[in-house]
């Protein structure tokens, strides 16, 4: 006993100090400081040390060669229910940096969120995983797609699913304001379920009723929500979707700071990117869509209603700006691959022969009628895209989610946000510094979201890290071939085990399931 007793200390004495040591990397640590040199050692997926470690011993040592060591980067805006089922390593996003998602954005989300995270658990994650509780799916559960007010009773049942998503880890509560049937809604039917959320510490994440003509009422609505319930708000995918307004986001920034001068936590996100990408539907008038596919078929068959939404149409895209649809490209078709990348009035020339406008709306009006069609559209300028960027209280986000590889047309920004941002609008344009570009991809939307323990390199955080040369960091998707994964992340780390290692994949279920506030309460945490 003695004898094994001695062998045991010597094994002791001779264990490794870490699980793993990246030497000599540039930190950038989240906070938005300036770089400086430091080690990292990393224990029991937490960050055990920063600082020398010259002298501590290792599993593994990893020299960084003045590679810049940051946080893993959280992506806020992500949308990805029915997909991290099949795709759970999330390939796309760990390969651009993203170590944690935030999904059930804009309004849509997964209804019975502890069912679907016991789903996800068992499966195992290669990503860490939040989630809001959606307006519109809620809606939908409790009175269908009806273009009403909700009664009392519906209210008081929507509101009893907010609260039992809260509880079962959700972290916060979405709108979607454009779409069916949260663009029904009240702003008094929302206050009421945001309120909800607020018991919880939840956020307010909003995809506001308008983007364009209409933003700064739009804002209003949103900071009037927050205010209210007294909750953190967050502005989704922060935008200027109308050629007629491109160049004014100087005011719906300086409308912002005013609700956060007057106290009103409002933040807001952005992909970076001059195009949008949503659904086919939004360009029909919305009572056009109540109800489900069939009421829109049988709207679509009756010839006068089918002409009163096409005069409705014309008006929608002259306030927009737009001559014809030459700006929406066809992202996802599930009924004709074909049309996949092709724009409107190209594809009116394939159905009909020509291009007019009339063609086009027919063309539409077709593609409605058979099924959900996904869309890529040409709607921001690149001043809009900077000057957001540049406003101190901006997230980089997605928007996207994780894509089967080859499949569709999907726009880039679901495999190379972090990368253009580091690549295009930090080292190219100069827009913002690396330290600030880390910043609006870790701690800040880690403030948003709540992730107390995520977002900084600092002692006694979740080891989610990324290692990359920020000379060599790209996004290479495009339009054209978006199914290009970014190149320079060397190392990603998620609750300190690798994912990402030379820019492949280790296929390690290294994520977790975030629970917000809600859960830890329900729990007496």
């Known amino acids: 006993m003695r004898a094994f007793l001695l062998f045991f200390a010597v094994l002791c004495l001779h264990a490794a100090d870490y699980n793993m040591i990246i030497r000599n990397a540039r930190v950038v640590d989240g906070t938005g400081n300036p770089w400086f040199r430091a080690d990292v050692g990393v224990k029991d997926g937490r960050i055990a040390v920063v600082g020398n470690l010259s002298r501590a011993s290792a599993e593994r040592v990893i020299?960084?060669?003045?590679?810049?060591?940051?946080?893993?980067?959280?992506?806020?805006?992500?949308?990805?229910?029915?997909d991290i089922e099949k795709i759970p390593f999330a390939d796309n996003y760990v390969r651009d940096g993203v170590t944690t998602i935030v999904t059930g954005n804009c309004g849509d989300s997964e209804v019975d969120v502890a069912a679907w995270f016991a789903k996800l658990e068992k499966i195992g994650l290669g990503i860490n995983l939040a989630t809001l509780a959606g307006h519109n799916d809620i809606r939908i559960h409790v009175m269908g797609r009806a273009e009403r007010h909700a009664t009392p009773d519906e209210l008081a049942g929507m509101r009893e699913v907010v609260e039992k998503a809260m509880r079962d880890g959700a972290v916060g509560f979405s709108t979607g304001l454009i779409y069916i049937p949260g663009t029904?809604?009240?702003?008094?039917?929302?206050?009421?379920?945001?309120?909800?959320?607020?018991?919880y510490?939840?956020?307010?994440?909003?995809?506001?009723?308008?983007?364009?003509?209409?933003?700064?009422?739009?804002?209003?609505?949103?900071?009037s929500v927050g205010r209210a319930a007294g909750m953190r708000v967050e502005l989704s995918h922060f935008k200027i979707d109308n050629r007629k307004h491109w160049g004014e986001s100087d005011k719906s920034i300086a409308l912002v700071e005013k609700f956060r001068r007057e106290g009103?936590?409002?933040?807001?996100?952005?992909?970076?990117?001059?195009?949008?990408?949503?659904?086919?539907?939004?360009?029909?008038?919305?009572?056009?869509?109540?109800?489900?596919?069939?009421?829109?078929?049988?709207?679509?068959?009756?010839?006068?209603?089918?002409?009163?939404?096409?005069?409705?149409?014309?008006?929608?895209?002259?306030a927009k700006g737009h001559k014809d649809y030459s700006y929406a490209m066809v992202s996802s078709c599930p009924f004709d691959k074909t049309l996949e990348g092709k724009t409107i009035p190209e594809i009116a020339i394939l159905k009909h022969g020509k291009k007019k406008l009339d063609r086009q709306i027919q063309t539409i009006l077709d593609l409605m009628e058979k099924d959900?069609?996904?869309?890529?559209?040409?709607?921001?300028?690149?001043?809009?895209v900077e000057r957001i960027l540049r406003y101190p209280n901006t997230s980089v986000i997605s928007d996207g989610g994780v894509r089967e590889f080859g499949a569709g047309k999907p726009h880039p920004r679901s495999y190379g946000s972090r990368a253009r941002v580091l690549a295009e609008f930090v080292r190219n344009r100069n827009t913002i510094t690396l330290e600030d570009a880390v910043r609006k991809m870790t701690s800040l939307p880690a403030r948003v979201y709540g992730f107390r323990d995520r977002g900084m390199v600092r002692e006694g955080f979740c080891a989610d890290l990324v290692l990359f040369d920020p000379a060599r960091v790209q996004d290479k998707a495009t339009y054209e071939n978006p199914h290009q994964y970014s190149e320079g992340f060397d190392l990603v780390l998620v609750n300190g085990q690798p994912v990402v290692e030379n820019d492949k994949l280790t296929l390690v279920r290294a994520g977790r399931i975030l629970r917000g506030a809600g859960y830890a309460a329900r729990q007496g945490q």
């Open 184 to 199: 029904y809604s009240s702003t008094e039917e929302v206050v009421e379920l945001a309120k909800a959320a607020s018991k």
């Open 63 to 82: 020299d960084a060669r003045d590679r810049v060591l940051a946080p893993g980067f959280i992506d806020g805006h992500t949308h990805l229910e029915g």
């Open 264 to 318: 009103v936590d409002v933040t807001v996100d952005q992909y970076p990117y001059g195009r949008s990408s949503t659904n086919l539907g939004i360009t029909l008038p919305s009572w056009a869509l109540a109800d489900g596919k069939e009421k829109i078929r049988q709207r679509l068959a009756d010839p006068a209603t089918r002409q009163r939404i096409a005069r409705e149409m014309k008006q929608m895209l002259k």
């Open 372 to 384: 959900w069609v996904g869309m890529v559209y040409q709607s921001m300028s690149i001043k809009d």
């Open 201 to 223: 510490d939840g956020i307010y994440a909003s995809h506001i009723r308008d983007e364009g003509a209409k933003v700064l009422a739009a804002i209003e609505e949103a900071a």
